[in-house]
């Protein structure tokens, strides 16, 4: 239902994706993991049309999206919650889930939506009315979520949602991202932390200064001895029989 060839984009003289080649399928939880700077967020607005591609071609559902605004890339249902779980401070949480229901797929389903949303997200709708700005950073996520169901997303994209959380949130995080993989929305989810993204992804493509470097199953990522000395458990690491499989699992 997405997928990128050969696209590379960056800031100006800055090449930040080199040739990526990316394809998920309808239904499908990807993970796309790499350490700081290799290039995530970079994949993210370039999927969201913030940034033009430099070369290659993006496809979402058949058709070529890869020239299209912003705005017209939202409006066939690809959803982007960046970095930094960006609300709108002064606004209260329910003004926030309005704003998020600006996109014309979203028109007459703004209120069984918001329901789902406080059913999800109890501790939202007992902060309804206050200013999004006066939550916790885990809040400000699940609002940063809700937002985006309230978008009526076909593809969801995640930037480091887990990014700065503590532990017990990171949990609800998860168990919201279960929820739209249980409703059938396609999700593309970016992190810094493998161990949640694998857990949460059935594959996952690993990225490092903006080239795909290895594309795989969850489990066979979490098992890859360069996965894990990378981006899972100690920098130094050495193998403990020569058996790379068995040594991950020690
Ligand atoms: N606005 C920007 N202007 C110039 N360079 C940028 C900008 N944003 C990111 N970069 C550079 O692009 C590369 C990839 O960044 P990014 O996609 O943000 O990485 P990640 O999300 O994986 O941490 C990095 O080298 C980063 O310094
Ligand atoms: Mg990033």
Known sequence: MLRLSNVSAGYGAVTALRKVDISLE????????????????????????LIRPTAGTIEFQGEVITNLSPEQI??????????????????SVQQNLTVGAFSPRA?????????????????????RRQLAG??????????????AMMAQPVLLMLDEPSLGLAPIVVEE???AIDYFRESGVTILLVEQNAELA??????????ETG??????????????PKVWASYLGEQEWEFA???????ANT
């Open 74 to 91: 939202v409006a066939r249902g690809i959803v982007h919650v960046p970095e930094g779980r960006r609300v709108f401070p002064r606004l």
């Open 107 to 127: 028109h007459g389903k703004e209120k069984a939506t918001r329901e789902r949303v406080f059913e999800l997200f109890p501790r939202l709708y007992e902060r």
């Open 241 to 247: 029989d020569g058996d790379p499989a068995q040594a």
């Open 173 to 175: 995080i998860a168990n």
């Open 134 to 147: 006066s939550l916790s950073g885990g809040e400000q996520q699940m609002l940063a979520f809700g937002r």
């Open 198 to 207: 694998l857990s949460l992804a059935t594959r996952g493509y690993v990225i």
């Open 26 to 49: 309808a239904g499908e939880v990807v993970a796309l993991i790499g350490s700081n700077g290799a290039g995530k967020s970079t994949a993210l607005r370039t999927i969201s049309g």
């Open 211 to 224: 080239s795909i470097v290895l594309s795989d199953s969850s489990d066979r990522l979490l098992e890859n």
